[in-house]
């Protein structure tokens, strides 16, 4: 099981090459080099658990018999949620 959220996203470490994602309470969660583009990665792991939740919840408002694009955008949800929780 994942560390709770909310995660957040700081270039405020001892390196400031270093982009630190964290917990409200400052347990870290991952470091990430502070470039332009790893900034942008740096966001998207912050929003991993609401993510996470989001999909969730989408996937559990959605019939099971759901066909077309949504039937598929809840397969492909249902892959996303299993791959973070390491089924």
């Not at 996203?9 to 390196?15: A, H, V």
């Not at 400031?16 to 900034?39: C, F, K, L, Y």
């Not at 658990?49 to 039937?71: H, I, Q, R, S, V």
Request: aromatic fraction near 6%; hydrophobic fraction near 45%.
């Amino acid at each position: 099981k994942h560390t709770p959220a909310p995660w957040k996203f700081s270039f405020e470490s001892i390196d400031p090459e270093w982009a630190v994602v964290m917990t409200d309470g400052g347990s870290v969660i991952a470091n990430v080099n502070a470039d332009h583009r790893q900034e942008a990665n740096a966001r998207l792991i912050s929003a991993a658990p609401d993510l996470l939740k989001a999909l969730k919840a989408l996937y559990a408002a959605t019939p099971d018999n759901e066909g077309g694009e949504l039937g598929h955008a809840c397969m492909l949800s249902r892959a996303a949620i299993s791959k973070a929780e390491g089924q």
